[in-house]
């Protein structure tokens, strides 16, 4: 009967931290692809955002707002991010011998590229779409 009662209370402990919020929604929820299966996916939707961190340094080149490297180690996957920035700004991830994935900077919001799976050779890259003089970050 012991046995019993140290279950039932684990079972009412364990349903109490996820009713009131304790649990985070990310300890429960799965990110949606990982790895090559993220390419070209939403950082958002997908949940790879959720602890995702910076490669330091950002992409700064010759004016215009800094454009961030992100990396998320639970889907195997990065994209790029500008926080805020003037709508002349392009930025993008770009596979090495493939697929490029752009964004543009806006004043209102942050705005982020696709997805590219860690195990290619990837970079960020950014431009001035006025004079189209742009730089890119080394190669992960």
């Not at 596979?95 to 806006?106: C, K, L, W």
């Amino acid at each position: 009967m012991s046995s019993f009662r140290t279950w039932t209370v684990a079972a009412v402990a364990v349903l109490s931290l996820v009713g009131s919020g304790t649990v985070s929604s990310e300890a429960v929820t799965a990110a949606s692809c990982r790895g090559n299966a993220c390419d070209g996916k939403n950082p958002h939707t997908t949940g790879c955002d959720q602890g995702a961190r910076d490669l330091l340094p950002p992409i700064r080149g010759e004016g215009g707002p800094d454009l961030r490297l992100r990396v998320s180690s639970r889907c195997s996957a990065a994209w790029v991010l500008f926080d805020r920035g003037d709508d002349a700004w392009e930025g993008w991830i770009q596979i090495r011998g493939g697929d490029s994935y752009p964004v543009h900077a806006s004043p209102s919001r942050p705005a982020y590229s696709l997805m590219v799976g860690t195990s290619h050779a990837y970079r960020a890259c950014k431009k001035n779409v006025t004079d189209k003089g742009h730089v890119c970050g080394v190669w992960h």
